[in-house]
């Protein structure tokens, strides 16, 4: 097996392309494995296109950010015989975020001893890839003139976003757009349009947390034409994933091909990267990139648990009377759906999720015990 690190210098604050060496060699030592940096926007794409068309097996390590892990992912996609991960050294590090550990990313010596799933990619015009979540309207915009208002003197890049956000805000935060949902037409303002193959972007976004990443669709969601004032209630909802207590005004549908045209050339975002049309089609590639993650995590956890919290205390989502023999269960507190001592618990080995209120010191370890 082939170890390849892809580094990428101007992924994050400062370039760490000697940690990454330092680390990469310590820990890679009898391997075969070889370091590559990138010199410009888009050379991790050729590199992974090069190292895949070899034919041998090869695991290929994006050492960066998001942008990084997108070049990587576009460079190997449709290789049976590459598998893509994700070493990371970005300000963001999105996509990793469905994982129920993803600090366990940053120890190569796991990532070495890793296992694989196989993913679904969002095929954007035909031509490029998305791992994560692509977007258009109000936040992409906001994402295209960040760049602008950094290169000003004392301004930090929370700086630029605040700028970004306030100018686009008076502006205006809606534009025409005419949008084909597999089959389903919608011709009118829109405020922002996301597609997620992927849980969080942008940072903190957790837009639609029971998207997965292996199901074969796109999760789509629809923000209307909302006043600003509306918006800054929406903006909140959308952020945490309760785009359903918003049905007025989010639309949710989950489909296999989404077709947006716009009045003008409008700012697309695709895993943090940046691209221009009036005309884009979104489709999903289903098993399009084998995945490889440090062993005993799971990246179903964060979709179990929105699902528990949308069932509310004391609901379990599945039938009571099944219980764990084989010590697979794992808990999680919720405390973003405003009950800090709830925790969902669930059973990998026998598909249970329970969502209930604890005391402080928590629930028991098994359901089994309840």
């Not at 930090?156 to 100018?167: D, F, I, K, R």
């Not at 757009?177 to 349009?193: C, E």
């Not at 919720?334 to 209930?356: D, K, V």
Request: charged share 20%; with cysteine.
């Amino acid at each position: 097996m082939r170890h390849v690190f892809l580094i990428n210098p101007a992924a994050g604050k400062y370039d760490r392309t000697g940690e990454f060496t330092q680390t990469i060699r310590a820990a890679c030592e009898g391997l075969d494995y070889e370091i590559l940096v990138s010199r410009a926007p888009g050379d991790c794409t050729h590199i992974a296109q090069a190292a895949a068309s070899s034919g041998e097996p090869v695991r290929l390590y994006a050492c960066g950010g998001d942008g990084t892990l997108n070049e990587v992912v576009n460079g190997a996609a449709g290789h049976a015989n590459a598998a893509v991960t994700h070493f990371p050294g970005g300000s963001g590090n999105d996509f990793i975020k469905i994982f129920s550990d993803p600090a366990a990313f940053r120890s190569l010596p796991r990532l070495l001893d890793a296992e694989e799933a196989t993913f679904d990619l969002i095929r954007c015009n035909g031509q490029n890839f998305a791992v994560n979540i692509c977007s258009m309207g109000f936040d992409a915009r906001i994402g295209t003139e960040i760049g602008r208002y950094k290169r000003l003197p004392l301004v930090s890049g929370t700086g630029a976003y605040l700028l970004s956000t306030g100018v686009n805000f008076i502006r205006g935060i809606h534009e025409h757009y005419v949008v084909d949902v597999d089959g389903q037409h919608f011709d009118g303002n829109q405020t922002l349009m996301c597609i997620a193959n992927g849980r969080y972007y942008g940072g903190s976004f957790n837009p639609v947390p029971d998207a997965e990443p292996d199901d074969g669709l796109l999760d789509v969601l629809l923000v209307r034409d909302v006043s600003r004032a509306t918006m800054l209630r929406v903006i909140g909802k959308y952020k945490a994933g309760h785009y359903a207590q918003l049905p007025e005004l989010i639309r949710h549908f989950r489909c296999r091909r989404v077709h947006i045209r716009c009045d003008r050339e409008s700012e697309i975002n695709l895993d943090g990267e940046l691209m221009m049309s009036r005309d884009v089609t979104f489709e999903i590639a289903p098993q399009s990139i084998r995945f490889f993650y440090p062993r005993g995590l799971t990246y179903h956890a964060a979709a179990e648990h929105a699902a528990a919290r949308r069932k509310g205390p004391g609901r379990p989502v599945h039938p009571a009377g099944r219980s764990c023999t084989q010590g697979r269960c794992f808990s999680a507190y919720l405390p973003a759906a405003g009950y800090p001592t709830r925790q969902a618990i669930a059973c990998r080995s026998s598909s249970i999720l329970w969502c209930r209120a604890f005391p402080a010191r928590g629930p028991p370890s098994c359901p089994a015990q309840w």
